[in-house]
């Protein structure tokens, strides 16, 4: 594999980006209740032991404070290590973390603890952050000295009706990873760079004996990138982008009208044998794909830029980038988002303390390793994005502003288009009909709105 610097450069690519909107974790494993309570006790007696030795350290009381998140596994990256420099440099502050993947339910175990009173104190955030915020969960991060030193882009993408709810951690990147070797092997020397140059890519690949895509289904992640990509580009392109947003918010025009595209892309995909459907049903992101594309039979897998650590892990010697999704007639695409997003809990006891956790987290030093281990790039005016050769190719697209955003504050709950994306792509792989997905798609979301 690669390795080079070309990433040095990331306040222009950020200052020049139209748009700049963490991340999927890996599966949470099923335990039995005997296992849960075991491991429930083990973590209570090691935070007591951290706490006891805290205590004589500053001869008072420490403050505990939770924190959820849906980072697991080696998707952590320097998560842990913050987290323990912080818990060192404050003796009277013992922060301790817990995570369960987003495939694993981590959106409706949040939600469940936020409405019955017993949330953490601080917590990760992604699309729902708009609905948190409008349920008076999440406290205004507007105050944080931190803030200032976000791009006013990412400032504004983080704030929802004049309130900053939630820190961005990083700018994540969905885009495509493809095995180089396994192309040139077939004939093929770079990357496709536009939608037909894809299929014939796709066709030489299975032609020789190998598999197209590996794509992810299970919640609707890698096929909703094909979709939602090739669907809302034009949107985004639009000179009255926002006027129409607004219209889709209130249901004055259809969303559905943008997707068709994607659906149809997608379907086209699937019909020429390109995509599994049946196996991409059952296909975990960012666990199963990984699986799969590790073997090095695979030419090509959506997926985010917080893949490579596992990727390098299954399979160290690969070949391998990290490009747009060739969806476009004549070019190539991204999603990104402006995550991983900590919030305060607004009914925590210890708002001062949480609030101080936040700012060593968001601290240019603290991001500048959180980005690294994420393989991704800084929210910062002044931080360091990653320095992985797999990634470079990104860059461009960030600068040249050729993306959509997976997570858009201009989109007001009920329209959640990444949500929306993942779960009718899954029915479009599941053999629905794309008229009657689109149609169906607003009729539901119309029903929403009225009711809102």
């Given at each position: ?387 992985n050769a797999v990634v ?57 709105i009225k009711l809102k």
């Amino acid at each position: 594999m690669m390795k080079k610097k070309g990433m040095g450069t990331v306040v222009s690519i950020l200052l020049t980006a139209a748009m700049l909107l963490g991340g999927c974790g890996s599966a949470a494993e099923t335990q039995t209740p005997a296992e849960e309570t075991k491991k429930e006790t083990v973590q209570q007696e090691v935070k007591e032991s951290a706490a006891e030795e805290k205590a004589e350290k500053t001869d008072g009381e420490v403050v505990e404070l939770t924190m959820f998140g849906f980072k697991t596994g080696a998707e952590q990256g320097a998560l842990p290590e913050l987290i323990e420099q912080f818990n060192n440099e404050n003796p009277g502050i013992h922060v301790t973390y817990e995570g369960i993947s987003n495939s694993g339910g981590y959106q409706d175990v949040l939600t469940s603890r936020l409405a019955s009173g017993q949330g953490d104190d601080i917590f990760m955030a992604q699309a729902y952050l708009g609905q948190l915020q409008e349920a008076g969960y999440v406290k205004d991060l507007s105050g944080v000295s931190t803030v200032a030193d976000y791009t006013e882009l990412v400032q504004d993408l983080m704030t929802i009706d004049g309130q900053i709810s939630g820190l961005g951690m990083e700018i994540a990147v969905f885009g495509m990873f493809v095995n180089m070797d396994l192309l040139k092997e077939c004939g093929i020397e770079k990357a496709p760079a536009n939608y037909q140059e894809f299929l014939d890519a796709c066709k030489a690949v299975t032609d020789a004996g190998h598999t197209a895509i590996a794509c992810s289904g299970k919640d609707g992640t890698g096929l909703a990138v094909f979709a939602a990509t090739r669907g809302l580009y034009p949107l985004y392109q639009d000179a009255e982008k926002a006027a129409k947003i607004e219209q889709i918010n209130t249901g004055e025009l259809s969303f559905g009208s943008y997707m068709k595209d994607g659906f149809i892309l997608l379907k086209d995909l699937i019909d020429k044998g390109y995509i599994n459907p049946e196996k991409a049903l059952v296909t975990e992101a960012a666990k199963d794909d990984i699986a799969e594309f590790v073997k090095e039979d695979t030419a090509f897998m959506p997926g985010g830029s917080w893949f490579v650590s596992s990727i390098n892990e299954g399979a160290p010697d690969m070949n391998y980038i990290l490009t747009g999704v060739p969806v476009m007639d004549d070019d190539s695409l991204i999603m990104i988002n402006a995550g991983v997003k900590l919030c305060i809990n607004s009914k925590t006891e210890h708002s001062a303390e949480a609030e101080k956790f936040i700012e060593f987290m968001t601290g240019k030093e603290s991001l500048d390793k959180y980005v690294q281990s994420q393989n991704s790039f800084s929210p910062l005016k002044d931080g360091s994005s990653t320095s992985n050769a797999v990634v470079d190719p990104v860059a461009e697209y960030l600068t040249s502003g050729r993306m959509i955003s997976w997570v858009d504050p201009s989109f007001k709950s009920p329209v959640e288009p990444w949500t929306i994306a993942r779960s009718y792509a899954s029915n479009i792989a599941a053999g629905a009909d794309i008229d009657t997905t689109v149609k169906d798609m607003d009729t539901d979301l119309t029903n929403k709105i009225k009711l809102k």
